[in-house]
Nanobody
Framework: QVQVVESGGGLVQAGGSLRLSCAAS????????MGWYRQAPGKQRELVAG???????NYADSVKGRFAISRDNLKNTVYLQMNSLKPEDTAVYYC??????????????WGQGTQVTVSS
């Protein structure tokens, strides 16, 4: 009932920047939180950055000072600005949205993921 679609991944050299976007759509009444996760080959999926409906943010220690998450509540969209990228940031990045549908059921929806590759 709620779809999440990411965009903006790609190949970039170390030190470069990328901006990811994620839009949630469907029978949304309210989104409580949105976040970006990543999964590198052979590793578990990990939280990169999250943002609440009120704008509170949290980041993985490995990206603090380099990544910035922001949100447009009117568009149900979240962004991840990634600067000073490192080869270890290479992963598939997934967007997640949690909230309530117009049918008053909870949702916890994931996107399909977008590949980010940082070359050294």
């Amino acid at each position: 009932q709620v779809q999440v679609v990411e965009s903006g991944g790609g190949l970039v050299q170390a030190g470069g920047s990328l901006r990811l976007s994620c839009a949630a759509s469907g029978r949304i009444f309210r989104i409580h939180a949105m976040g970006w996760y990543r999964q590198a080959p052979g590793k578990q999926r990990e939280l990169v950055a999250g943002i609440s409906s009120g704008g509170s943010t949290n980041y993985a220690d490995s990206v603090k000072g380099r990544f910035a998450i922001s949100r447009d509540n009117l568009k149900n969209t979240v962004y991840l600005q990634m600067n000073s990228l490192k080869p270890e940031d290479t992963a598939v990045y997934y967007c997640n949205a949690k909230g309530v549908t117009v049918l008053t059921t909870d949702f916890d929806s994931w996107g399909q993921g977008t590949q980010v590759t940082v070359s050294s």
